[in-house]
C-alpha cells in the first residue's frame, strides 16, 4: 500500500514536472481538462504495475525483471496520457510524453533500487568476500545465487580466457587467470571458489598448484552431474574434490569393459556398506543390473547404503532391483543361500578389515574376516555356480610387513588356488593403493586437524604411497573382473607415489593457512612427525615380480604372481584355523611367514589379548616362583 502511494506521489510529479518543463513555467497549474487527464494517466499506470507484478517484488530482492515491469509500465503510461489528452480534448504537447516518460522512469526505478542498496548494504558488509573461478555459465549462475544469501559476497571473477581480462560481469571484475595475484590483491578475498564448466579446457592440476601458492581458501562447487540430479545446489560450498588434491589426472574408465559384467546381470557386492564397496553399487546401478543385491553385516551402513541407492535408483530412472541383505561372509551357508536364492552371476568381495594397526591388535579377527571370509564367500559362489568373482585386494599384500596385508595375500593364494582346482567360476583379484577419502584415509584426517588448528600428525617425513580415489578404484575393480580368465592379479598403473608430508602441506595451503616451521614460527598449522605405527612402512608396491603384462586397457596391468596348489592352500587354511581356535597368534605368525606371502614383520606381535594374556601368564608363573620359593 505505502508503495502504491508513493507511486501515485511520483508519478503526479512527473507529469506536473514534463509540463512545467516543456511550458518553462515552475508556478504551472493544470486546467480543468489537463488535471482529468493527468489523473487518469497516473491511475492506468498504476494499474498497469499491478497487472505487470511490480507491487509483487520485494525491496530487498529486485532484480532485472522488476526493472522491466517499470519499463514496460511507463512506457503505456506516456502512451495513456497522449490518449486521454485526446479523448478529454486536452493539449498535450508532442514533448511532454517523452519528458514525463524519463522523470517518471527515474523517480519511480531510482527509489526503489536506492532503497534496495540502503537495505543490502549492512548486509553485504559482514558477508565473506570471494573470488569465483570461472566467468561462464557457472560461475555467473553461483554469483547470483551468492548474491541472495547471508554468507559469501562475490567481488569478482578470474577467467581461463585472456579475452574477458578488465570485463565486467554483472557489475564485478574480471581478471585473466594469468594475473590471479593482482586480483587477490586487489579485491582481497577470504576466499577462492572454483566454478568452472565442464567446457572449460583449464589444467585443473596446474591450476590447483597455482592457488596453492595463494595462502587464500580454495573451495569449490558441485559438478554439473551433482546439480542436474538434483543432489546439490549452485551455492553448496565444500572443500576441494579429492581428485584435485591426488596430483594427476583421474584414470578415464572403459565402458565397454564396465557393461560387460554388469548390464542385466544379477550382480552381488559384499562389505557393500564400506567406503570401496558402497562406491561399488554406485558405479553398478549406474550399468544397468538386472539385480544389485547389496550384502553388509552392518545393519546401520546396509540401512544408508539401500536408501542411497533407491534414491540414486528413483532420479535417474535406472529401474535396478536392490536387495539389502545382513550377513557376515564369515558364514558360508549364508552367503551360498543368498546366491543360489538371487541367482547370483558376479560376485565383488569388498568385506574385509583394512586398517592396518586394528588389525595388528586383533589378529585372529583379521585372518577369519580377511582369509576365512574370502574362503567361505568364495566355496559358496562355486557351489552357486557364479560366472565371475573379484576380490578387492590391496598393495599391501606385497612384501607385507603387517598382519592386515599378509591376510589379504592369503586371500589371493585360496583364489589363486581355487582357480586351478575348477573352472566353473572365474577368479580374479584387483590390487590398488590408498584410497582418498575412504574410511580411515588420511584426508578427512588431515582436514579435521586442521579445522582444529592443528597440529597436523605425519608418522614419517619420508613416507610415500600410490594414491587413488574412491570412483577409480570402483572403476579398476569393475572393469579389472570383466577381462579376468581366472586366477590373475590385475593392478593399476598409478603414476608417481605422492609423499604424505607433501600432501599435508598442500591441503594446509588450500584451507587459506600457512605452515608452522622454525623459519615461520608465526605460521598457523604445524606439520608433526609420530613415527611409523605397527606394521606400516615407508613405501609400498604393487607388483611382487618385475614383468606385469599389458592388458585391454592402458592403464590396467595384470602381475606374474606366485601361487600354491590347492592342496598345499588346504593345508595352509587348517593350520591357521587350528590356530586360531587355539588362540595361538605366535604360531599365525610364524604360518603367515612359511607361506610365500613374502611376510616380513617389522616389529613385535601387537595383538592386544595376546598381550595381555601373556602379561597374566607372566605374572602367575612369578607368582608360583615366589611361592615355591618362600621357607617353610
Not at 220 to 234: C, F, K, N, Q
Request: neutral net charge; charged residues 20%.
Amino acid at each position: 500500500m505505502i508503495s502504491v502511494i508513493a507511486d501515485l506521489l511520483m508519478l503526479s510529479a512527473a507529469i506536473w514536472g514534463a509540463f512545467a518543463l516543456r511550458f518553462e513555467n515552475v508556478f504551472w497549474v493544470p486546467d480543468q481538462k489537463q488535471f482529468w487527464a493527468s489523473v487518469l494517466t497516473v491511475f492506468f499506470t498504476i494499474a498497469a504495475f499491478i497487472k505487470l507484478g511490480l507491487y509483487r517484488a520485494v525491496i530487498r530482492y529486485l532484480s532485472e525483471h522488476a526493472l522491466l515491469a517499470i519499463i514496460a509500465g511507463i512506457m503505456l503510461s506516456s502512451v495513456a496520457l497522449i490518449v486521454f489528452g485526446f479523448i478529454t480534448h486536452t493539449f498535450v504537447p508532442r514533448s511532454v510524453p517523452v519528458i514525463y516518460g524519463a522523470i517518471a522512469f527515474l523517480l519511480v526505478a531510482g527509489t526503489r533500487f536506492s532503497a534496495r542498496f540502503l537495505i543490502n548494504r549492512p548486509r553485504h558488509r559482514h558477508k565473506e568476500a570471494v573470488l569465483i573461478v570461472g566467468a561462464g555459465e557457472k560461475g555467473m549462475q553461483l554469483a547470483s545465487a551468492l548474491k541472495q544469501g547471508v554468507e559469501y559476497r562475490p567481488v569478482g571473477f578470474l577467467s581461463m580466457e585472456r579475452s574477458k581480462h578488465r570485463s565486467l560481469i554483472d557489475g564485478l571484475p574480471v581478471f585473466s587467470f594469468q594475473h590471479v595475484e593482482k586480483a587477490v590483491r586487489r579485491l582481497n578475498p577470504e576466499r577462492l571458489l572454483l566454478a568452472l564448466d565442464d567446457a572449460d579446457n583449464a589444467d585443473r592440476r596446474s591450476l590447483i598448484q597455482k592457488l596453492e601458492q595463494l595462502s587464500v581458501t580454495v573451495q569449490t562447487v558441485p559438478s554439473m552431474t551433482e546439480l542436474v540430479s538434483g543432489r546439490a545446489r549452485i551455492n553448496d560450498i565444500r572443500d576441494l574434490d579429492i581428485e584435485d588434491l591426488l596430483g594427476r589426472d583421474p584414470v578415464s574408465p572403459n565402458n565397454s569393459l564396465l557393461a560387460k559384467d554388469l548390464e542385466n546381470k544379477v550382480v552381488m557386492v559384499t562389505g557393500a556398506g564400506g567406503s570401496i564397496g558402497s562406491e561399488l553399487c554406485r558405479q553398478i546401478v549406474r550399468h544397468r543390473p538386472k539385480l544389485l543385491v547389496v550384502f553388509e553385516q552392518s545393519e546401520f551402513a546396509l540401512y544408508s547404503i539401500e536408501r542411497e541407492l533407491t534414491s540414486i535408483n528413483m532420479v535417474n530412472g535406472f529401474n535396478v532391483e536392490i536387495q539389502a541383505i545382513l550377513g557376515s561372509v564369515c558364514h558360508s551357508r549364508r552367503c551360498e543361500k543368498v546366491m543360489k536364492a538371487f541367482g547370483v552371476q558376479t560376485v565383488y568381495h569388498a568385506a574385509a578389515y583394512k586398517h592396518v594397526p586394528l588389525v595388528e591388535h586383533n589378529i585372529i579377527e583379521g585372518i577369519q574376516n580377511n582369509v576365512f571370509g574370502t574362503l567361505h564367500t568364495s566355496e559358496a559362489a562355486i557351489a552357486a555356480g557364479v560366472e565371475n568373482f573379484v576380490l578387492i585386494s590391496t598393495d599391501k599384500a606385497v612384501r607385507p610387513t603387517n598382519v592386515m596385508g599378509a591376510s589379504k595375500r592369503v586371500a589371493e593364494l585360496v583364489l589363486q588356488g581355487l582357480a586351478q582346482r575348477q573352472q566353473q567360476t572365474r577368479f580374479s583379484m584387483v590390487r590398488f593403493g590408498n584410497v582418498l577419502g575412504s574410511s580411515g584415509s588420511v584426508v578427512p584426517l588431515f582436514r579435521d586437524q586442521i579445522r582444529d588448528g592443528g597440529p597436523v600428525t605425519v608418522t614419517h617425513p619420508d613416507i610415500i604411497r600410490y594414491f587413488m580415489t574412491i570412483p577409480e578404484a570402483s572403476q579398476l575393480v569393475l572393469q579389472a573382473g570383466s577381462m579376468g580368465g581366472g586366477g590373475e592379479v590385475f593392478v593399476l598403473d598409478m603414476g608417481e607415489p605422492v609423499k604424505i608430508a607433501d600432501l599435508a602441506r598442500k591441503m594446509i595451503h588450500l584451507m587459506g593457512l600457512t605452515e608452522k616451521t622454525p623459519n615461520c614460527p608465526h605460521g598457523d598449522i604445524e606439520v608433526t612427525y609420530s613415527g611409523l605405527r605397527p606394521g606400516e612402512k615407508l613405501y609400498e608396491e604393487l607388483l611382487i615380480g618385475d614383468n606385469p603384462q599389458g592388458t585391454e586397457h592402458a592403464r590396467i596391468m595384470m602381475a606374474r604372481e606366485i601361487s600354491m596348489s590347492w592342496s598345499e592352500v588346504e593345508l595352509l587354511l587348517a593350520n591357521l584355523m587350528q590356530a586360531s581356535q587355539d588362540f595361538n597368534c605366535e604360531r599365525i605368525i610364524q604360518l603367515l611367514k612359511e607361506a610365500p606371502t613374502g611376510y616380513s614383520p617389522n616389529g613385535v606381535m601387537e595383538d592386544l589379548v595376546w598381550k595381555n594374556q601373556q602379561a597374566i601368564q607372566q605374572e602367575n608363573r612369578f607368582s608360583v616362583d615366589n611361592v615355591k620359593s618362600f621357607p617353610v
